[in-house]
């Protein structure tokens, strides 16, 4: 069955839950991975939206 | 920073979101949007200031150090050049590369299918997912180096994230400078665009979504849908984080000639007009900077919330506008561009006089040309502009 398709929100360019899929496990603090994962997917996104709007 | 500098700066932001709110200052504020006016100010080529962001800085620190002002941009030359050649983009004549050094930057927009950055068929792909949509076809399209192999496409990649970054820190540093070394207020922060003037300016191209109307209406309002919460968080996300400035909305194809009532009505205005209730609901105005004459779309306009904007008049008449709205909205701008570079200094001080008798009485009017002044107004008349409503807009 594939997998469901999880909806790019504004400020996301690969949703974590996307991203955390690709890691068999995860041994110390999950949250702390999400944010620095989040915070520079973030920017990327930025960057894309930036290029579109005003540059 | 100095006490009297802070004390300046303190006074000028007073006196600027004073009026934004609709209210009578103590003077009228002073905001002129100089782009390359500075450059030639400053002694500056356009090349200079639109290739090298730090010569745009100090050309306005300049500027603001000589012009009694409240407000600028920190830097009102929106592309910067050096960075669209670095990640490679195909939207930009460059002054000093495709053009003379001392002429502005040129936009080329779309002008048909084939060279539409999104293909009428792309509809459904950009609604469904417009982030990847954007990384993944459009800007592979529109980067030049995409076509010159892995190494040149992922270096012109990279070379845009980091430029960007360095970018956006340079316009902290610069606000800093400006408030510290001339008491000068940073006019706005956060850039917001309608969803129907992206689908014009950088996606079809005007003449295709013109079409596009006619062809495949429910596309295009899906499309507009689809970019409405992106428009809304790209203009927070870079918008000043105190709520104390606006964002600018700067709107470009919703006027006569370019838009009939009934494609404003299905296409342009509805997600426009949510996302600015939007933001008012937040906490952030919008300077509505309405290029070309937007009278006849006023009817619209005065369907957001008092004091949700700052309405600012290009070409449109002033007069009316106030009539109209000027209740609900500050104003801004209506000295025309022609004037600071075809007048005399006292051609211009009649006009301001004319505006600020007309309009400004009661507050909520911010002085400005009607469109970002560049580097063909006379200097002596951007002075006169300054100067004058220094001495004559006094409450």
Not at chain 2, 45 to 73: M, P
């Amino acid at each position: 069955m594939p997998d469901e398709k999880i909806e790019k929100k504004p400020g996301v360019c690969i949703p974590w839950e996307e991203k955390i899929k690709e890691y068999e496990k995860i041994t110390g603090d999950a949250e702390l991975i999400k944010k620095v994962w989040e915070d520079i997917d973030g920017l990327a996104y930025i960057y894309i939206w930036f290029v579109l709007i005003a540059a | 920073m100095a006490e009297d500098m802070e004390k300046l700066y303190n006074e000028r932001l007073e006196r600027y979101v004073t009026a934004m709110k609709n209210g009578k200052p103590d003077k009228i504020p002073v905001r002129p949007f100089v782009a390359e006016f500075v450059a030639k100010y400053a002694g500056f080529t356009c090349q200079e200031v639109t290739h090298d962001a730090n010569k745009a800085f100090e050309a306005v620190r300049i500027f603001a150090k000589d012009f009694d002002v409240d407000a600028v941009v920190g830097n009102m030359i929106y592309v910067w050049t050096g960075m669209t050649e670095a990640n490679s983009t195909k939207y930009y004549k460059v002054p000093g590369i495709d053009l003379d050094p001392d002429e502005a930057f040129q936009y080329i927009e779309p002008q048909d299918e084939e060279g539409a950055h999104m293909k009428a068929d792309e509809y459904d792909q950009l609604i469904d997912d417009p982030t990847g949509f954007l990384a993944s076809v459009w800007l592979p399209r529109i980067m030049k180096d995409s076509s010159k192999g892995d190494y040149r496409s992922n270096l012109a990649w990279l070379k845009g994230g980091i430029a960007m970054m360095n970018y956006f820190t340079g316009f902290g540093v610069q606000g800093a400078a400006l408030k510290n070394e001339s008491g000068t207020v940073s006019a706005i922060a956060g850039a917001l665009k309608a969803p129907c003037d992206i689908l014009a300016d950088k996606l079809r191209g005007y003449r295709q979504l013109s079409a596009d109307f006619f062809r495949r209406p429910d596309k295009v309002v899906a499309a507009c849908k689809a970019l409405m919460p992106h428009m809304k968080y790209n203009a927070y996300a870079t918008a000043d984080p105190t709520k104390t400035v606006p964002i600018t909305v700067w709107l470009h194809r919703g006027c006569a000639p370019f838009m009939s009532y009934q494609a404003y009505e299905k296409f342009y205005w509805p997600t426009l007009k949510q996302i600015i209730i939007d933001l008012y609901d937040m906490g952030w105005q919008v300077l509505f900077y309405a290029e070309g004459d937007w009278d006849k779309n006023l009817k619209y306009t005065a369907e957001l919330p008092e004091k949700s904007i700052i309405y600012h008049v290009d070409r449109g008449d002033i007069f009316e506008v106030h009539k109209q709205v000027g209740h609900k909205f500050c104003l801004s701008g209506g000295i025309p561009n022609d004037l600071l570079t075809y007048g005399t200094t006292d051609d211009v001080r009649a006009f301001c006089k004319k505006i600020i008798d007309g309009v400004a009485k009661d507050g909520g009017y911010i002085m400005d040309a009607g469109a970002i002044i560049q580097q063909d107004a006379k200097i002596e008349n951007v002075k006169a502009m300054v100067d004058f409503t220094r001495e004559y807009g006094v409450y």
